[in-house]
């Protein structure tokens, strides 16, 4: 190897090692897990009523003034968590809400 060729591997290394530095650098600072959302959980009719605490027919009134989103097949009813958590939130944020 010649003078020119060694040059060049130097340059290289030297890249390669402030590249790294820069590279851990930023592991360190931002974190490099992503949050994996919640799969979609969904929960019966009698389970949703005691999740949000209420009787049965305040959830029937409530399904039928589509206040809460729900889904029916045939004769089986189902509630996503998450739209009955964003219902409570809604509720406690604005605790009078107009109809």
């Excluded at 060694?6 to 600072?29: G, M, P, Q, V």
């Excluded at 097949?73 to 009955?84: G, H, N, P």
Aim: aromatic content about 14%; overall charge positive; hydrophobic content about 35%.
């Amino acid at each position: 190897m010649d003078d020119k060729e060694n040059l060049l591997l130097w340059r290289e290394i030297y890249a390669l090692r402030s590249r790294c530095e820069k590279l851990e650098k930023n592991a360190f600072e931002k974190p490099s897990v992503i949050p994996i959302p919640e799969p979609n959980v969904w929960m019966g009719f009698d389970e949703t009523a005691r999740f949000l605490q209420i009787s049965k027919n305040t959830l029937r009134k409530l399904m039928r003034l589509k206040k809460i989103f729900f889904f029916q097949d045939e004769r089986k009813i189902l509630f996503k968590k998450s739209d009955l958590e964003k219902y409570l939130n809604s509720f406690y944020n604005n605790p009078h809400p107009e109809d």
